[in-house]
């Protein structure tokens, strides 16, 4: 029989200098995540800031990687021992997380109406937050080991601004070991100050629970993976002093893969990348918990056409990259693999590209997210790629470019013609403003305008 979750609840929590470890409960249902930081001392950090700081952070990391059970629809959450930090402003950011990251759990599972679980616990007032000593660099610069990890590298150093490298590795992505040995070969490059890892081992998200735990109408799982990284970063932030966390989410990220007719609202996969969750997260770090600190995207004034062709700066490292979340480095067989080496054609010279294995273009199996990536389908691939007239442009420029593959031949004819002009507008050019530090955010947009003119050049010399 069927079952329907009532409750989940955070159980409890412990920590020893180097590890975090979170309990969990779904009624009957039993899980638990542990995060381990490579180079951050928490009992140091709870000896600097005091015990109760440094549970307010573990409440929001517990709370943001908790938010994965949204997806049982539970009735009810129990912020367990940590319910005393549950204030008016975190119920807020709650419900707004879950609204934005949730849209597409809602449209698979076709339930409009549930907006996640009441929070049974009293909501206590706020309390100040602290303020940190800057150490001897200001950015800690996240690096997954993509394409946007690469070209965010290169803007910083190109505007001359030392940064560190934050690398976590996920067990629902595979063996760590793979994952951070990929990132640091990335990262070889480059030139980060200093490089923290970190591993998250998750026994939800990789679990059964979708064919065994009986719950009534699962098909899918969502987790709010950027907002839960952001939290689980900040102990390194306060152990080094760092004054910002650097992403980078482009603006890409903005509009979702449909507009869902049962309730108007934009179904966004990549929400926890936007503008609008950047803003609010960024806000709330610094109002609760962090007075002096920020959280800002690098990329967010461009789109992936100027992304890739940022690219054309770093030839030598481009093998070195990784994009898959199915297989890594590569599948060849998933919209992101998909996507990425659509892009990688349509943009850079091909006799650059030193890329492993077959090519996603040539593989029939991939046709159909190719028709989903230019809209000949319901929707786009749930999966963190461009918009449908980004996907456009880079068929049409492989195209022209004389590149042929048996996913994307019958494509041609059914492409029809664009409108470069309004293509060019809006995602061939920068945006007026970057929310980086105003000396950091004026080198990095005069480096973008730079690569979009470049890229608005290589885009008519090749279709006119």
């Keep these: 029989m069927a079952r329907r979750i009532n409750r989940i609840t955070i159980e409890g929590y412990s920590r020893d200098r180097h590890q975090l470890a979170f309990r969990y409960a779904a009624d009957d249902l039993r899980f638990s995540t542990s995060l381990w930081y490579g180079e951050t001392d928490l009992v140091d950090l709870e000896s600097h800031f005091g015990r109760d700081f440094m549970e307010r952070i573990y409440f929001h990391i517990a709370a943001s990687d908790a938010s994965k059970l949204v997806s049982l629809a539970p009735a009810e959450l129990d912020m367990g021992p940590f319910a005393r930090f549950t204030t008016e402003a ?6 707004a997380i879950i609204y934005g990251v949730w849209a597409q759990w809602r449209y698979q599972h076709q ?9 049974v616990n009293p909501l206590q007032p706020g309390s100040e937050p602290v303020e940190i000593t800057g150490g001897d660099v200001d950015y800690l610069c996240f690096c997954g080991g993509g394409k946007d990890s690469l070209v965010m590298a290169n803007l910083l ?23 951070h040995a990929l990132i640091d070969g990335l990262l070889d490059t480059r030139t980060p100050v200093r490089r923290h890892r970190q591993w998250v081992f998750d026994d939800f998200v990789d679990s059964p629970i979708v064919d065994l735990g009986g719950v009534e109408g699962l ?19 306060l152990a080094h002093g760092y004054r910002h966390l650097v992403l980078g989410h ?36 610094a109002s609760e918990l962090i007075g002096n ?31 898959c979340n199915v297989h890594k ?9 998909a996507y990425v080496w659509l892009g990688y054609q349509a943009y850079l010279p091909g006799d650059r590209l030193e890329l492993p294995g077959p090519n996603p273009l040539d593989l029939p199996e991939n046709a159909g997210w190719y028709r989903d990536m230019i809209g000949l389908s319901e929707h786009t691939p749930f999966e963190c790629i461009g918009q449908i007239d980004e996907s456009r442009l880079a068929l049409a420029l492989v195209r022209a470019k004389g590149i042929r593959g048996r996913a994307i031949d019958d494509l041609f004819d059914e492409l029809g013609p664009l409108d470069l002009d309004a293509i060019e507008r809006r995602y061939l050019t920068v945006a007026d403003e970057s929310s980086a530090p105003p000396d ?9 305008r730079e690569a979009a003119g470049e890229c608005r050049s290589h885009v008519r010399s090749i279709l006119g």
């Design 90 to 95: 975190f119920a807020a950011l709650w419900q």
């Design 329 to 337: 480095p590569w599948c060849m067989r998933c919209p992101k693999c």
């Design 293 to 323: 600190a920020s959280y800002f995207s690098v990329l967010q004034p461009v789109h992936d056409p100027v992304i890739f062709y940022l690219l054309n700066r770093s030839l030598d490292s481009i093998g070195k990259t990784h994009s």
């Design 219 to 237: 098909r899918e799982l969502t987790a709010a993976e950027t907002p839960a990284s952001i939290f689980a970063a900040l102990p390194v932030l």
């Design 111 to 119: 339930r409009p109406d549930y907006l996640g679980p009441r929070i």
């Design 157 to 179: 150093e190109g505007a001359r601004a030392p940064y560190a490298s934050f690398a976590y590795a996920g067990s629902s992505y595979g063996r760590s070991g793979q994952q």
């Design 440 to 448: 950091l955010a004026a080198s990095l947009l005069a480096q973008m």
């Design 250 to 285: 482009e603006a890409s990220a903005n509009v979702g893969n449909l507009v869902w007719d049962a309730t108007g609202e934009d179904v966004n996969h990549q929400w926890g990348k936007s503008a609008a969750a950047e803003t609010l997260i960024n806000s709330y770090l």
